[in-house]
């Protein structure tokens, strides 16, 4: 079994593999190494492990993870299964690196797209070659919300609430259009633009606000929630490989 570990700003994101499939997994908003060694308590059978993370992580589960696990700290020198063709390797995000992985993973010898909808609007691109060629990254809803917000002097902050009309009556209902429209209108037309230069792309939809697209997307798509965690897995799984353990 293998203990995946996907830490971001929002929720830390604990679960275990047996092989290629999740047997439990567990988020946290700001996880202790008490809470991590509870979490795998009923585990025994874990050997290795796999950390990305964006957020300062606590020494001591580190040091934890390294005493008691073959571990890897994902980093952009980290081996993968993949080829990764980014010009600055040490700039790109290991959510972004680890979601190209899972995708090639559930869409081998393919070309394949993965749209992760949360903070930002990110689009990752894995060729039929198995080369992850890079994407796009765009402000998400809430980011989009509060910049009308916070850079005019009248406009209120408005959340998303599941509804939202082509033409808006009042200024909320207006902001609401604007927002979510042209972040679809937006989705659609980079899908387009990917369609256009590659055939036969699948399409994987992932992240905390997907839901509010998946019914407005008009291309066939794969919705799984857990592509990243499902790439850090593969990741991990190809470093024991090479290691023979």
């Known amino acids: 079994m293998r203990l995946i570990l996907d830490f971001g700003n929002t929720f830390q994101k604990c679960a275990v593999f047996d092989v290629d499939k999740i047997v439990a997994m567990e988020k946290f908003k700001s996880l202790t190494l008490n809470q991590l060694q509870i979490f795998v308590g009923n585990f025994k059978k874990i050997n290795s492990c796999i950390l990305s993370t964006v957020i300062?992580?606590?020494?001591?589960?580190?040091?934890?993870?390294?005493?008691?696990?073959?571990?890897?700290?994902?980093?952009?020198?980290?081996?993968?299964?993949?080829?990764?063709?980014?010009t600055n390797k040490q700039s790109l995000g290991k959510d972004r690196l680890a979601a190209a992985v899972g995708i090639n993973k559930l869409a081998p010898m393919s070309n394949a797209l993965s749209i992760d909808i949360g903070t930002a609007i990110k689009f990752d691109f894995v060729n039929n070659k198995g080369e992850y060629l890079g994407g796009s990254i765009a402000p998400g809803l809430f980011l989009r919300f509060k910049s009308l917000h916070n850079f005019t002097a009248k406009l209120p902050l408005?959340?998303?609430?599941?509804?939202?009309?082509?033409?808006?009556?009042?200024?909320?209902s207006s902001i609401l259009s604007g927002v979510m429209n042209g972040a679809i209108a937006e989705i659609n037309g980079l899908i387009n633009e990917y369609q256009s230069c590659f055939s036969n792309i699948k399409i994987f939809l992932s992240g905390g606000e997907s839901i509010?697209?998946?019914?407005?997307?008009?291309?066939?798509?794969?919705?799984?929630?857990?592509?990243?965690?499902?790439?850090?897995?593969?990741?991990?799984?190809?470093?024991e490989t090479n290691n023979s353990l």
């Open 212 to 239: 509010y697209f998946e019914k407005y997307i008009k291309s066939n798509i794969f919705a799984n929630s857990n592509i990243v965690l499902i790439g850090l897995n593969e990741i991990l799984n190809f470093n």
């Open 158 to 172: 408005v959340s998303y609430n599941n509804v939202h009309e082509l033409i808006g009556d009042d200024t909320q």
């Open 56 to 86: 300062n992580t606590p020494q001591e589960i580190l040091d934890w993870l390294n005493e008691n696990y073959f571990f890897i700290n994902l980093s952009h020198n980290t081996p993968i299964p993949i080829v990764n063709k980014y």
